[in-house]
């Protein structure tokens, strides 16, 4: 039996933004709504179904942390804070107030997904698709877990990788054996924060591939697509 599709309010007045968001969420299977002022995500909660809301905090007419004080008592689904307020006291305020998550702009669209699907009830996480730990390689000791932005290999260990490394190398993960552009490859490592350029692409790629090298020896595997992108190869076995 198919789980129905799920409400989804978007309190931001960002209409760039929302529209991204509104994309993602469609293509994920989600009926979205959206909200720009705190006065707008009243009126919509009380009069449609939602299952979860995702509210930033820098609303016209509100801050949206008064709007979460206000749902804090009598609003029984999930709020995911995602806002560009960075500092460790909002954050901590927003938990307090009852936030089931928070999240930092500017942000990855694939965590974006992966937090919002872990919010909602079960059901729904078990009727999609398992996309949070993703084979790197056929060997299965070397893994992305793309939720907790963790690379493993071996015995439970990490490798260590900047935001825009793990975001690239994750891309590439999610689409195996097929060729990423480089346009692609840039969107994705874009919404962390750390800037990389065309230029810079191909340095951070050989990052990610010394770093990877340490573990798998000369065997490679990111092939360079020429005239579109890299490719993400499996270790051949000997």
């Not at 994920?28 to 009069?47: E, N």
């Not at 609003?75 to 901590?92: G, H, K, N, Q």
């Not at 891309?171 to 065309?198: I, K, M, Y």
């Amino acid at each position: 039996m198919s789980v129905p599709s799920r409400h989804i309010l978007i309190i931001d007045d960002d209409q760039m933004l929302t529209s991204f968001v509104n994309e993602y969420l469609s293509e994920g299977g989600y009926i979205s709504h959206v909200a720009s002022s705190a006065a707008a995500a009243l009126q919509m909660v009380a009069l449609q179904k939602i299952d979860l809301v995702v509210l930033d905090l820098g609303l016209p007419d509100e801050d949206g942390l008064v709007l979460l004080r206000r749902w804090q008592k009598n609003l029984t689904i999930p709020i995911f804070v995602v806002s560009a307020r960075d500092d460790a006291e909002t954050r901590v305020a927003a938990l307090e107030m009852g936030a089931a998550d928070y999240l930092v702009k500017p942000f990855n669209p694939r965590e974006f997904m992966l937090r919002l699907a872990n919010l909602l009830p079960s059901a729904d996480r078990a009727a999609a698709p398992n996309v949070q730990d993703v084979a790197l390689s056929n060997d299965p000791a070397l893994s992305i877990d793309l939720y907790h932005r963790t690379v493993t290999y071996g015995d439970d260990q990490q490798l260590v990788l900047t935001r825009a490394e793990f975001d690239v190398l994750a891309c590439l993960a999610n689409q195996p054996g097929r060729a990423v552009s480089r346009d692609e490859l840039l969107d994705a490592s874009h919404f962390q924060g750390e800037t990389v350029n065309a230029s810079s692409l191909g340095v951070l790629i050989h990052r990610i591939r010394k770093k990877l090298g340490s573990i798998v020896g000369s065997q490679e595997l990111i092939a360079t697509v020429s005239g579109v992108g890299y490719r993400l190869l499996p270790v051949v076995e000997k």
